[in-house]
């Protein structure tokens, strides 16, 4: 461990009784702050620390990361009181606390500001002092994001969980315009609850019930559904305080300015990545509950994904399509790999009865009245039979935070044997790399996933690569990371998407792509514009007139030496 001398120890032990004294600031972030103690407190040896932590590698990269970060640490604590007292001249009753930060899976680790705003008033205040301390920010909810789109260290982070609406609530419903406007901090599950309430709903979304909608919109991510475009494209406004600590309000009636059109702007704050600024509200477009068909399909890898003319036939017939396999499943180490061999799970959701071969008859509107009828009368648990509730349909993983993972996902323009050549190439890895990979006591501990949906009309959603064939498909890899070191991982994502940047992808912003061999060059290629077009409309628009919201990374993907 490094060595430390007398001033700064002085620094560091005052650091850690002010800072860390084991108040829950947040009920989110209380581990955070606990762990973060823990490991302070210890910093001087990784036997303690690993006490905490089971997994031993990790330990020793958290042991490090303090131990290289105690400059850092004795500074924050100075400059909290800053701050602290910045907010309170705005009359702005928060609690400034330096964390321990970590995402939900362990790849990203940071020590950060963290406030906890509960109203927009709240987070233009902090904007405001940030700014006069020159302190970068971001904010964050359930902190799902593999990638490192949060603050480096030392900036500030807004956790966004408890942010209220105007009105001091974190959803409301106008059932004139169809349109719901929720809180960034709001999850999928409390929108789903609330949808049930009032019988209405997506028709598509995310499948992950944890994660909060401001990570979900921000980044341009999807579910599945062949009518259907990114979250990000129901938006028909959004409110974002930007550097200037002013609410800028981003809708079709938006002017034009520095050159720029109403549509562009919106295509750009759409799937902004934080970039604009802080979001404090989202309006979106909803439908009327829907009750559909849900069928569950055992196949095997080789019936679909080796002849296009199979994988173009399952499109054809379904309206939303996703399909999961372990490629080990099955495998004992004594025979042969299955791969295409193994079997396919294969999700269908379709219309109940515009499924059915009714002549004369416009089905899919009697299959909307059914569907209407069927959710206002009948109180059924459906997530045990083929008829579901939409939303019940689309969030069928639960407590995936209970299992930490590596996640890569790309996204493609459709053709079936462009699903067929991403599915080759993966598969092709995954033997190459095999000796890592299997994990004899748990096969298991790899899967692959993918989805099918329109594609986006934003700047940065990664669907947009869909727009030259009118739809798209992701593709996503997942390594669960207790049989996997990070170095292990890496290597296999970056081989993996060697091959799939050669057939056009993107990788998921919020999924594993900033270590990736030249990807700044490789995402530039594949927007074809567009992050120039993004950042030319960033500073047009003058949202970052201090570059307070761009991070590191993000800075040599938009802002290139």
Same mark, same amino acid.
């Given at each position: 461990?490094?060595?430390?001398?007398?001033?700064?120890?002085?620094?560091?032990?005052?650091?850690?009784?002010?800072?860390?004294?084991?108040?829950?600031?947040?009920?989110?972030?209380?581990?955070?702050?606990?762990?973060?103690?823990?490991?302070?407190?210890?910093?001087?040896?990784?036997?303690?620390?690993?006490?905490?932590?089971?997994?031993?590698?990790?330990?020793?990269? %958290?042991? /490090?990361?303090?131990?290289?970060? !105690?400059?850092?640490?004795?500074?924050?604590?100075?400059?909290?009181?800053?701050?602290?007292?910045? !907010?309170?001249?705005?009359?702005?009753?928060?609690?400034?606390?330096?964390?321990?930060?970590?995402?939900?899976?362990?790849?990203?680790?940071?020590?950060?500001?963290?406030?906890?705003?509960?109203?927009?008033?709240?987070?233009?205040?902090? %904007?405001?002092?940030?700014?006069?301390?020159?302190?970068?920010?971001? *904010?964050?909810?359930?902190?799902? =994001?593999?990638?490192?789109?949060?603050?480096?260290?030392?900036?500030?982070?807004?956790?966004?969980?408890?942010? $209220?609406?105007?009105?001091?609530?974190?959803?409301?419903?106008? $059932?004139?315009?169809? /349109?719901?406007?929720?809180?960034?901090?709001?999850?999928?599950?409390?929108?789903?609850?609330?949808?049930?309430?009032?019988?209405? @709903?997506?028709?598509?979304?995310?499948?992950? /019930?944890?994660?909060?909608?401001?990570?979900?919109?921000?980044?341009? @991510?999807?579910?599945?559904?062949?009518? &259907?475009?990114?979250?990000?494209? +129901?938006?028909?406004?959004?409110?974002?305080?930007?550097?200037?600590?002013?609410?800028?309000?981003?809708?079709? $009636?938006?002017?034009?300015?520095?050159?720029?059109?109403? =549509?562009?702007?919106?295509?750009?704050?759409?799937?902004?990545?934080?970039?604009?600024?802080?979001?404090?509200?989202?309006?979106?477009?909803?439908?009327?509950?829907? +009750?559909?068909?849900?069928?569950?399909?055992?196949?095997?890898?080789?019936?679909?994904?080796?002849?296009?003319?199979?994988?173009?036939? +399952?499109?054809?017939?379904?309206?939303? !399509?996703?399909? #999961?396999?372990?490629?080990?499943?099955?495998?004992?180490?004594?025979?042969?790999?299955?791969?295409?061999?193994?079997?396919?799970? #294969?999700?269908?959701?379709?219309?109940?009865?515009?499924?059915?071969?009714?002549?004369?008859?416009?089905?899919? &509107?009697?299959?909307?009245?059914?569907?209407?009828?069927?959710?206002?009368?009948?109180?059924?648990?459906?997530?045990?039979?083929?008829?579901?509730?939409?939303?019940?349909?689309?969030?069928?993983?639960?407590?995936?935070? !209970?299992?930490?993972?590596?996640?890569?996902?790309?996204?493609?323009?459709? =053709?079936? &044997?462009?699903?067929?050549?991403?599915?080759?190439?993966?598969?092709?890895?995954?033997?190459?790399?095999? =000796?890592?990979?299997?994990?004899?006591?748990?096969?298991?501990?790899?899967?692959?996933?993918?989805?099918?949906?329109?594609?986006?009309?934003?700047?940065? @959603?990664? *669907?947009?690569?869909?727009?030259?064939?009118?739809?798209?498909?992701?593709?996503?890899?997942?390594?669960?990371?207790?049989?996997?070191?990070?170095?292990? @991982?890496?290597?296999?994502?970056?081989?993996?998407?060697?091959?799939?940047?050669?057939?056009?992808?993107?990788?998921?912003?919020?999924?594993?792509?900033?270590?990736?061999?030249?990807? /700044?060059?490789?995402?530039?290629? %594949?927007?074809?514009?567009?992050?120039?077009?993004?950042?030319?409309?960033?500073?047009?628009?003058?949202?970052?007139?201090?570059?307070?919201?761009?991070?590191?990374?993000?800075?040599?993907?938009?802002?290139?030496?």
């Amino acid at each position: 461990m490094a060595s430390v001398d007398n001033s700064l120890q002085v620094n560091f032990e005052k650091a850690v009784e002010t800072v860390y004294s084991g108040e829950q600031l947040l009920a989110d972030d209380a581990n955070s702050l606990l762990l973060g103690e823990l490991i302070i407190q210890n910093f001087d040896s990784n036997e303690k620390i690993s006490t905490y932590i089971a997994d031993d590698d990790l330990a020793k990269s %958290v042991a /490090e990361f303090m131990s290289d970060s !105690l400059a850092l640490i004795a500074q924050m604590s100075l400059q909290k009181a800053k701050l602290q007292r910045s !907010l309170e001249s705005k009359g702005v009753d928060l609690k400034v606390a330096v964390v321990f930060f970590n995402n939900w899976s362990w790849t990203i680790i940071r020590l950060l500001f963290l406030v906890k705003p509960i109203t927009r008033e709240d987070v233009v205040a902090v %904007v405001n002092s940030c700014t006069e301390l020159q302190i970068k920010m971001g *904010a964050a909810g359930f902190r799902g =994001s593999w990638s490192p789109v949060f603050p480096d260290n030392g900036g500030l982070l807004f956790n966004m969980r408890d942010l $209220q609406l105007s009105n001091q609530k974190q959803i409301t419903f106008n $059932q004139a315009e169809m /349109e719901i406007t929720i809180s960034p901090g709001t999850t999928v599950n409390e929108l789903k609850q609330f949808f049930f309430n009032n019988n209405i @709903c997506f028709e598509s979304d995310v499948i992950i /019930e944890t994660v909060t909608y401001g990570g979900v919109v921000s980044s341009g @991510c999807h579910g599945t559904g062949k009518d &259907q475009k990114s979250i990000s494209d +129901y938006l028909t406004e959004l409110k974002v305080v930007d550097g200037h600590g002013q609410i800028v309000t981003y809708n079709c $009636q938006t002017q034009s300015k520095g050159g720029v059109t109403t =549509s562009d702007i919106l295509a750009a704050a759409k799937v902004h990545l934080g970039l604009f600024g802080i979001t404090v509200e989202y309006t979106l477009k909803v439908v009327p509950m829907k +009750y559909v068909l849900v069928d569950v399909i055992t196949s095997k890898v080789a019936d679909v994904y080796t002849d296009p003319a199979n994988i173009q036939a +399952y499109w054809d017939q379904n309206w939303s !399509l996703e399909t #999961i396999f372990y490629p080990f499943q099955g495998y004992t180490g004594d025979t042969t790999p299955p791969y295409y061999d193994a079997p396919l799970t #294969i999700r269908a959701i379709n219309d109940p009865i515009a499924s059915l071969p009714l002549k004369g008859v416009d089905t899919l &509107q009697l299959g909307e009245n059914v569907s209407t009828a069927i959710v206002n009368h009948l109180a059924l648990d459906d997530r045990k039979t083929k008829f579901q509730k939409l939303p019940n349909a689309i969030h069928f993983v639960w407590n995936a935070q !209970l299992f930490p993972a590596y996640a890569m996902e790309f996204c493609f323009p459709y =053709s079936a &044997q462009t699903v067929k050549d991403a599915t080759d190439s993966l598969l092709q890895v995954i033997k190459d790399k095999q =000796s890592v990979l299997y994990k004899s006591w748990f096969p298991l501990s790899l899967f692959i996933d993918t989805r099918f949906i329109q594609h986006s009309d934003t700047l940065l @959603c990664p *669907a947009v690569v869909g727009q030259q064939s009118t739809h798209s498909f992701y593709i996503m890899v997942v390594l669960l990371r207790l049989f996997y070191s990070i170095e292990q @991982c890496q290597e296999f994502y970056t081989a993996v998407a060697d091959k799939w940047f050669k057939l056009g992808g993107a990788p998921h912003w919020h999924k594993e792509w900033s270590f990736l061999t030249d990807v /700044e060059t490789h995402l530039h290629q %594949v927007y074809g514009g567009r992050l120039t077009k993004f950042e030319n409309i960033r500073q047009a628009l003058d949202v970052d007139p201090h570059n307070l919201f761009i991070n590191s990374t993000f800075k040599k993907v938009f802002q290139p030496a």
